[in-house]
């Protein structure tokens, strides 16, 4: 039991895992309080186009409707975040801050009228980068990474064709667009 518990509290205090170990934590904190109050997740979300729809530029991606929303999210941040999180500790913050607030700002000026949540965003800017950067570098690592997030995450490439479920699949183009920007910026200029 002393491993485990020492195994845990590795997770939250030492480098790397801390840098998606908190904010997976934030993402069920954030789930929590969404679902225990809507004013808060909606003050807490990206709303296009308003003064406090500001703020969700930085809390939106820790909020979720429901558990089905966080566990459709959690796996590929931990996943596409490990692997981004590979190519260094302060890549890693740089990458995520560019992509959560370049799609978190194309969403706010662009996006449709409704409260949009969630880390899918981020998720998708993960998605577009690992593969930018394949494109870019064509190293084999790189290529092999690339290989693998498209087999087994390139399903979530439909979640850009509008959908009228509530999905904010704006936040997932835009999150594309923002991964696909970061790597053009570091790589491909």
């Not at 934590?25 to 979300?45: D, E, W």
């Not at 930085?58 to 190519?87: D, K, Q």
């Not at 979640?159 to 479920?165: D, Q, T, V, Y």
């Amino acid at each position: 039991m002393d491993d485990i518990t020492r195994q845990l509290a590795r997770l939250f205090t030492e480098g790397p895992w801390y840098f998606i170990s908190w904010p997976a934590v934030a993402m069920v904190v954030g789930t929590i309080i969404g679902m225990l109050s809507s004013p808060a997740a909606r003050q807490l979300a990206v709303v296009p186009r308003t003064a406090g729809g500001l703020l969700g530029l930085v809390t939106a991606p820790f909020v979720h409707a429901n558990f089905a929303h966080l566990s459709a999210n959690l796996p590929p941040f931990i996943v596409l975040g490990g692997l981004v999180l590979h190519h260094g500790e302060s890549q890693f913050v740089g990458i995520t801050l560019a992509i959560t607030l370049g799609q978190g700002v194309l969403l706010w000026l662009l996006g449709r009228k409704a409260a949009h949540v969630g880390m899918s965003g981020v998720i998708f800017g993960f998605l577009g980068w690992l593969l930018a950067v394949a494109w870019f570098t064509r190293t084999t690592p790189d290529l092999l990474v690339a290989a693998g997030v498209l087999v087994f995450y390139g399903g979530m490439l439909a979640g850009l064709a509008p959908a009228r479920n509530g999905t904010s699949w704006e936040g997932h183009l835009f999150g594309l667009i923002a991964g696909l920007g970061v790597a053009w910026f570091q790589y491909g200029r």
